[in-house]
């Protein structure tokens, strides 16, 4: 889920356990061009302090104005609207016809906030029901579904991580592209068997295997939101991966390495049960033109590409022209974790 939610829910459980009366604010259905979407939230406490967002600021300051003067849920949700009319969408500054229906939830040991942030540091995936005419809630195993349901009566919320990151190697680049994914709000997951660099893997937030690639990725199961970047130019690994990988329904398969050395790749996985579709579905070289030489700046170029696909932006898979001297080049530098990457353009 989104770090800001995150925060939001971890305010909240901060702040009512330290005696004050807490608020959370969820977005649940919005008209026309409402500036948030659907799921965004926010916790207000009683003396006006406030973390997240429902609105962009629109209607931050009437919502902080109401807890104040005390019209505000004590026992049950309520549901309240913004914006109904041309000018309430004025008075808040909502865009034009823009509206946004909220739920207000008094926050509650009750809640199951703090159980619901435990979860999801494990992350499991959990879906938390609030019943709107009780306040009681309920929570059960996740799968991925939209993150908001609301039929008047019921809430319910997808919570925990919605994509995740499979990163073969754990050389220099995989330390940049996990933790820029982890900012993403990915669960990675960095599968490297080779003792000199697993041993020195020291980035927060993400998972260790030191299983074989392929063994990982038939355990994982890979589903249409899971990513499989292979970046240690060794085909003894990457190739491994890639050959389960192709095979799922995985919706961003990438993999690190010039033009030419990707096209050996695809020569090889082309003489094993791999049909010409799923060798199409490889970014190969991997990330967007940007110029990228760093292994930072690498590491945002496949991050880009990975992100517009996984938010239905077409990418083409046109080349950065090279000359045969170049291409050379960057085949001798592929075994490097900081070479450039010949890298394609996004449409």
């Known amino acids: 889920m989104d770090s800001v ?3 939001v829910l ?15 604010g969820t977005v649940v259905r919005t008209w026309g061009s409402a500036p948030r979407p659907v799921g965004s939230m926010l916790a207000i406490r009683e003396d006006g302090h406030m973390v997240g967002s429902v609105s962009g ?13 005390g019209d505000w849920p004590q026992d049950r949700p309520q549901v309240t609207r913004y914006g109904v009319t041309a000018e309430e969408a004025h008075r808040f500054g909502l865009p034009c016809g823009g509206t946004l229906q909220l739920v207000l939830e008094p926050v509650r040991e009750t809640s199951r906030i703090a159980e619901l942030l ?6 499991r995936l959990v879906v938390r029901e609030l019943d709107m005419k009780t306040g009681a809630v309920r929570m059960a195993p996740g799968h991925h579904t939209p993150s908001v349901e609301f039929d008047g009566e019921r809430l319910i919320t997808s919570h925990g991580p919605r994509h995740r990151l499979v990163v073969i190697g754990a050389g220099q680049l995989s330390k940049y592209v996990a933790s ?8 990675v997951i960095v599968c490297d068997p080779r003792s000199e660099y697993a041993d020195e893997w020291q980035v927060p937030g993400t998972e260790l295997s030191r299983e074989m690639p392929d063994d990982l990725l038939v355990r994982l199961q890979l589903d249409s939101h899971s990513a499989v970047l292979t970046l240690t130019h060794d085909p003894k690994l990457d190739d491994m991966a890639l050959l389960e990988a192709l095979k799922s329904p995985a919706f961003y398969i990438g993999a690190i390495g010039s033009r030419v050395n990707n096209a050996r790749r695809r020569e090889r996985l082309s003489l094993f049960d791999l049909s010409t579709t799923e060798i199409e579905r490889l970014h190969g070289p991997v990330g967007m033109h940007l110029g990228a030489r760093t292994p930072a700046e690498i590491a945002v ?10 938010n239905g932006i077409a990418v083409t898979q046109t080349f950065a022209v090279r000359s045969a001297d170049d291409a050379d080049d960057a085949d001798d530098d592929a075994h490097h974790d900081d070479a450039p990457a010949a890298q394609c353009h996004s449409a």
Request: charged letters at 25%.
């Open 57 to 69: 600021g629109c209607v931050e300051d009437d919502l902080i104005a109401r807890i104040r003067e």
């Open 5 to 7: 939610d995150l925060e």
């Open 10 to 24: 971890k305010s909240a459980v901060q702040w009512t356990r330290a005696g004050f009366f807490v608020t959370l």
């Open 180 to 187: 820029m994914a982890c900012a993403l709000d990915y669960h």
């Open 301 to 310: 170029a496949i991050l880009a590409e990975m992100t517009a696909i996984k």
């Open 118 to 123: 435990d979860t999801i540091g494990k992350f």
